[in-house]
């Protein structure tokens, strides 16, 4: 066997001092990475102003009544690289539409959202070239039927693969 003769080395001001200065710098740089992180992503701003939305909600409840009196049902694909849409009324009948426009938002952040307008493709059935990334996403649909106000259709979807699952 043999001895450790060396001498136990020393904890100086100097090995405290970069200690802390190691320490600190770990949290500052997680601070700012966080700051950085959370300025560029969403906002989690979901109406301009609260006070005008809250003033909104009984019209916009109202018109949700009238919209789910007509009975009528909208029919949304994702597929192939197109969007389609088309509506029927209660009886299964197409609705004649003048026009379809569908956003794309993203629930988490906003540089993904897509507007896209729909064009007459076949009967009464909308479509434009349009292929979402994979993902969930808060699709927005109004479609003119020449109603006072456009008919409107809020879903969450998924998409994977291109394609509406």
């Known amino acids: ?22 320490f600190f710098g770990v949290v500052i740089g997680v601070n700012l990475t966080m700051a950085t992180l959370a300025n560029t992503s969403w906002t989690g701003l979901v109406v301009e102003n609260t006070y005008v939305a809250s003033q909104q909600f009984n019209q916009k409840a109202e018109e949700g009544r009238v919209q789910a009196a007509l009975g009528w049902t909208g029919k ?8 389609r849409y088309s509506l029927s009324d209660a009886d299964g009948k197409p609705v004649p539409l003048h026009g379809v426009k569908v956003l794309f938002r993203h629930p988490a952040y906003e540089a993904g959202d897509k507007a896209v307008t729909l064009a007459l493709s076949s009967g009464q059935e909308f479509a434009a070239q349009h292929t979402p990334r994979d993902g969930v996403w808060i ?5 003119d039927a020449g109603l006072a106000e456009p008919y409107r259709q809020v879903r969450r979807i998924m998409i994977s693969q291109g394609a509406l699952q």
Not at 11 to 19: D, E, S, V, Y
Not at 76 to 83: C, D, K, P, Q, S
């Open 76 to 83: 949304l694909t994702i597929a192939g690289g197109e969007v």
């Open 139 to 143: 699709v927005e649909v109004d479609a």
């Open 1 to 22: 066997m043999s001895v450790d003769t060396r001498e136990p080395r020393e904890f100086t001001g100097r090995h405290m001092l970069a200690t802390i200065l190691a």
